[in-house]
């Protein structure tokens, strides 16, 4: 009894914890090679981050991600956690109240309803992504200070912004690095092995 035991033990370990993870890490890095390695992104020949994971861009020139509350510095994938602030605490009205101040001094004729993903973290504090709407009132900005049309800016939002999964499952968004990419004219490609993180 106990030797089919361990016999099972032994052979369900080596299937379902070395063979079974090898062939899906390498099905994956035949058919997804761009996601299997972390949808990294290159610029300038270094890789500069993930798609996945959202990025600090401070500069009005480009648009702004939705704010990220990691402890030490904003999108630290590795301490991964939201603001924990409740709805009544005060801690949030703050952060949103500076929030809200920093957006309408880089655009103070903007009078437009601010979304609300431009005022709050997400749960993770490493979203990439914020509502078209978000894009859409940052537009008038970036055309400001690019000296671009504005409909230019806004057929930039409409070709970078992703539908609705599979036509009904979450929301309409758009990966704010790869925006600004289009923004500067450079384009994503996938990362080959051998490239150092930009930290």
């Excluded at 089919?4 to 063979?19: E, N, P």
């Excluded at 300038?44 to 861009?57: C, Y």
């Excluded at 057929?155 to 690095?177: C, D, K, S, Y």
Aim: proline letters at 9%.
């Amino acid at each position: 009894m106990f030797r089919t035991a361990f016999l099972m033990l032994g052979a369900l370990t080596v299937v379902t914890g070395l063979i079974y993870p090898l062939a899906v890490t390498g099905l994956a890095g035949v058919l997804f090679p761009f996601q299997a390695r972390g949808s990294l992104t290159i610029e300038n020949g270094r890789v500069a981050g993930s798609e996945l994971i959202g990025r600090q861009f401070d500069d009005p020139k480009y648009f702004w991600p939705r704010p990220s509350a990691t402890p030490d510095f904003p999108y630290n994938a590795g301490a991964s956690s939201g603001s924990n602030y409740g709805p009544r605490h005060p801690g949030l009205r703050k952060a949103m109240d500076e929030r809200r101040r920093a957006l309408r001094e880089a655009d103070p004729d903007n009078a437009a309803p601010i979304p609300i993903d431009l005022l709050t973290a997400s749960g993770s504090g490493l979203d990439p992504h914020i509502s078209p709407e978000a894009s859409l009132w940052q537009a008038p900005r970036i055309a400001r200070l690019r000296r671009m049309e504005i409909g230019a800016v806004r057929a930039l939002i409409a070709a970078h912004t992703r539908p609705r999964q599979l036509g009904f499952l979450g929301e309409p968004v758009v990966n704010v690095a790869a925006l600004n990419r289009a923004l500067d004219g450079k384009l994503s490609k996938p990362v080959h092995l051998g490239l150092k993180l930009v930290y």
